[in-house]
């Protein structure tokens, strides 16, 4: 069991340009979430998959985000003409699911900074 | 909807005093309700988490904490904080349903000081 990783870990951009973070959850884990920290505040949620499909979206991820979880296994999260307010922590958990749902824990993987200039 | 709130945004205490952490949450649903750490630069780290059951819940790291359904909270101890304790805390709560994402509160900065 390695961990959920994520790359890069640190992303500088400029205001417009579009970046991509990837996602690699704990093998054998179906749920894969997505989550944004702000400097100062808790992670909030922003997307959750269940294998390959995407179930529930915040309305914190506008047009300009958008997640993908091919095949089931990594995932990647997309922002377009990022936005100086995108500056924040991305960070992504995976699970798995338990009978009942009760034991479905969440581990989190390192984060990627995102600095929009 | 579901909120967390954690009272303090920064706790201090001395190497070997007692820790306590606040979290009031509220549900409409019997909640699961979380604890996780973070140390600067890093994801979240786990520490315990409540679901049913026994209502003292023991983690990682000599933390524990005691859900109160009556109070509606998930205070978060330690009976002696070690300069390795200081971190960012974070309290989270999920509804018992099948809605799995997590709703975290703002968060405790905890400094240990010598």
């Known amino acids: 069991d390695t961990g959920v990783s994520q790359n890069p870990r640190h992303k500088i951009t400029k205001r417009g340009q579009n970046v991509t973070f990837r996602c690699d959850p704990i093998?054998?884990?179906?749920?894969l979430y997505w989550y944004r920290q702000t400097l100062g505040q808790g992670p909030e949620f922003l997307t959750y998959?269940?294998?390959?499909?995407?179930?529930?979206k915040s309305r914190l991820l506008s047009d300009r985000f958008s997640a993908e979880r091919p095949k089931g296994s990594f995932s990647t999260l997309e922002i377009q003409r990022t936005e100086q307010g995108d500056s924040a922590m991305y960070l992504c958990?995976?699970?798995?699911?338990?009978?009942?749902?009760?034991?479905?824990?969440?581990?989190f993987g390192p984060g990627t900074r995102l600095t929009v200039l | 909807a579901q909120s967390v709130t954690q009272l303090g945004s920064h706790v201090s205490v001395s190497e070997g005093a007692l820790v306590l952490l606040r979290c009031n949450y509220s549900?409409?649903?019997?909640?699961?309700l979380f604890w996780y750490v973070q140390y600067p630069n890093q994801g979240l780290q786990l520490l315990l988490k409540?679901?049913?059951?026994?209502?003292l819940v023991k983690g990682i790291n000599g933390f524990e904490a005691e859900f109160k359904k009556s109070e509606t909270s998930f205070h978060l101890t330690k009976p002696s904080a070690h300069m390795s304790d200081a971190a960012e805390y974070f309290c989270?709560?999920?509804?018992?349903?099948?809605?799995?994402?997590?709703?975290f509160g703002k968060g405790t900065l905890l400094t240990v000081n010598p």
């Open positions: 409540y679901t049913t059951g026994a209502t």
């Open positions: 998959f269940q294998n390959e499909a995407q179930l529930e």
């Open positions: 958990a995976s699970s798995r699911r338990t009978s009942g749902g009760a034991g479905d824990t969440q581990y």
């Open positions: 093998s054998e884990h179906n749920r």
């Open positions: 549900s409409s649903v019997p909640p699961y």
């Open positions: 989270a709560v999920r509804d018992g349903g099948s809605n799995y994402k997590l709703t």
